[in-house]
């Protein structure tokens, strides 16, 4: 099978601020790293620019693309990662030449992907029109108020429209990245990749976009030991109470200081862990539905379908069958992922 080519485009004779380099860095370090071990072939990745070999400069550091529009049209899947500020906010018009690759790219089939206000970008090629979308909360309603067809939503991380996909600005380019992973090489292989890179294996894209954080005094008990102790014992029967003892806090401190810190309660950061756990379990493991159930702590083999069917979208035995037909992990052609979005 030929490599699932990524390309990510990078918009000539602009300044890179500090924000567009951290998300062209979120799918550099997703799509171009080294993750072979994890899976193999991973993916082909190409930075594209609208003039091959030119250089972009960032804050401490110059990008160089060595490919082009054409590149970006022929590839699998297409990443936006910002474009200028001023081609949001300002007079300064989208290169027309992206406009026109993006349209192309669709075209064809390209799974195509926007973080943060790249989603501009789609929007003026219109693959967002009767869409659902979003982008960085500051700029949701510029995009909403420009662009009336599409239907934006700024309360989320991400959305999956399918072909079509939007992330809300900075670390949500990063769900969406490893959400992609997830969707192309299963949860065990985005999980081992956010473990690598020491993030939640799993926000849900539904999550608010907007989480307050208050900052914690300086001698406030992080919520990470208990956190990995909870995961090493999913198994278990686990309550608010029983995890507030571990984390030596009241049931109703630790319950708002989760909430704060990942935007879930902790019943549903719980039940998040146990269907990523059984997701893990169906794609590298024969053990019976039953014994899934158990081992990630759902209970019932009935219960797992049930949780299956509201959160992935497939019942647990066409999961495992899907993902036993990719074979070798590998990445797979657009538009036969082994599972709907979730």
């Given amino acids: 099978m030929n490599r699932h080519t990524v390309a990510a485009s990078v918009i000539d004779d602009a300044p890179l601020t500090p924000w567009d380099v951290y998300e062209l860095g979120i799918a550099c370090a997703i799509f171009g790293g080294s993750h072979s071990d994890l899976a193999d072939p991973w993916y082909d990745f190409r930075l594209c620019g609208i003039r091959p070999g030119s250089a972009h400069n960032g804050p401490g550091l110059v990008v160089n693309t060595h490919h082009g529009m054409a590149d970006l049209a022929?590839?699998?899947?297409?990443?936006?990662?910002?474009?200028?500020?001023?081609?949001?906010?300002?007079?300064?018009?989208?290169?027309p030449e992206?406009?026109?690759?993006?349209?192309?790219?669709?075209t064809a089939g390209a799974r195509i992907v926007s973080l943060c206000n790249g989603a501009f970008a789609l929007a003026a090629a219109g693959l967002l029109d009767g869409r659902r979308?979003?982008?960085?909360?500051?700029?949701?309603?510029?995009?909403?108020?420009?662009?009336?067809a599409v239907h934006v939503d700024d309360s989320v991380l991400y959305v999956d429209e399918g072909q079509i996909l939007t992330s809300a600005g900075l670390s949500a380019g990063l769900d969406l990245?490893?959400?992609?992973?997830?969707?192309?090489?299963?949860?065990?292989?985005?999980?081992?990749?956010?473990?690598?890179m020491v993030v939640l294996a799993h926000r849900p894209g539904g999550q608010a976009q907007f989480i307050e954080r208050p900052v914690m005094p300086s001698d406030d008990d992080s919520l990470t030991p208990v956190?990995?102790?909870a995961m090493e014992k999913l198994d278990r029967p686990l309550s608010?109470?029983?995890?507030?003892?571990?984390?030596?806090?009241?049931?109703?401190?630790?319950?708002?200081?989760?909430?704060a810190a990942t935007g879930l309660t902790p019943m549903k950061w719980l039940l998040t862990q146990r269907v990523a756990r059984a997701q893990a379990l169906l794609e590298t493991t024969d053990l019976p539905i039953d014994e899934v159930s158990r081992r990630a702590g759902l209970g019932t083999a009935n219960n797992l379908r049930r949780h299956f069917s509201l959160h992935v979208g497939l019942s647990p035995t066409d999961y495992r069958r899907g993902f036993a037909a990719v074979g070798e992990r590998?990445?797979?052609?657009?538009?036969?992922?082994?599972?709907?979005?979730?």
């Fill in 240 to 259: 608010v109470d029983a995890l507030a003892v571990r984390a030596r806090m009241s049931p109703r401190t630790f319950h708002r200081r989760l909430l």
């Fill in 98 to 106: 992206l406009i026109e690759a993006l349209r192309r790219a669709g």
């Fill in 177 to 196: 990245c490893l959400h992609l992973v997830r969707r192309d090489l299963g949860a065990h292989v985005a999980n081992q990749l956010a473990r690598r």
């Fill in 133 to 148: 979308a979003t982008a960085h909360w500051a700029h949701t309603e510029l995009l909403a108020e420009r662009y009336p």
């Fill in 330 to 342: 590998q990445p797979m052609p657009v538009g036969t992922a082994a599972f709907p979005a979730s």
């Fill in 227 to 229: 956190l990995h102790w």
């Fill in 74 to 95: 022929h590839a699998d899947t297409v990443i936006v990662p910002s474009v200028p500020d001023d081609c949001v906010t300002g007079d300064r018009p989208l290169p």
